[in-house]
């Protein structure tokens, strides 16, 4: 896809570049002139970030998170769950602490195969090792305002943002709730809902606290909803991102699945330094 070229030529910085390079091909030479080549070549890229020497090193430095910008960590990870859910049969999901056996690799391997939709996914990951925080003009009575700032981690806050914008401004703020809902589902479920928590977990450090969205369920149908809601809207279809959003808001629960099986295996320990959450 043109899109998602594009996309990972932009991101890939010159320390991305070398990194590959000193791991696949290491002690080189000419590494600097092998990197400029990578920066062309889409197919000799592919190539690279599959590599497990790659992922290896990536999983056993821990310190490479913040010399790698986050977008190429990710999507590392992001590259090896798909090769490795394309190798089995069905998925372990703990539901009301019960573990229910699901077989819906097919959907998740299809998804993750995707390459726009593979991108937009590691984007978003490396967005929220950087939480802001929002601005919301709330009316008091007639003639009365008051500001007030939240995280935009929190749903119900992004929510009154988006109703406090013009219709012609909304996309980015639906867009957002979409990723924050599929974030928080898809990385820290057990903070939504304590019965995705196993029983010998110790306590979650924080607990989502909303009103409108209680529930795991909440969360995923919000996030379908706003993600169609940005796909609908003309600011999405300017930037040709229509169609990615309409996909994660039919498919919201098979891109769920795959940051939950990605943080189960590769984020577990990781998670809370990596988020600002």
Known sequence: MLVSERMRQYRLSWTDLLFLVDTVMPGRPDREKVARAIRGDTALLEQLLDDDRVFQRVAREKELVVQLSPWLYFTILL???TREL????????LRSRQKVVLFDTEKVVELLQDDAVRDYLAQMLASFTRVESITIRMRVRRGVWYRVRASELDVESMIRYAESLEPAFRYGAYRRIGEVCLFLA??????IDPSRRHPIQQLARWRVRSQLLTRLEDYESHGQAFYRLASEHEQA????????LRTLAEDF???EKALNVLTQRHLQLTRHELFQV
């Not at 394309?86 to 999901?93: P, R, S």
């Open 79 to 81: 590259r090896r769950t």
């Open 86 to 93: 394309a190798q089995e049969a069905f998925t372990v999901e």
């Open 186 to 191: 898809g990385v820290f479920p057990e903070h």
């Open 237 to 244: 279809r300017v930037e040709g991102m229509d169609t990615l």
């Open 253 to 255: 629960i098979f891109a």
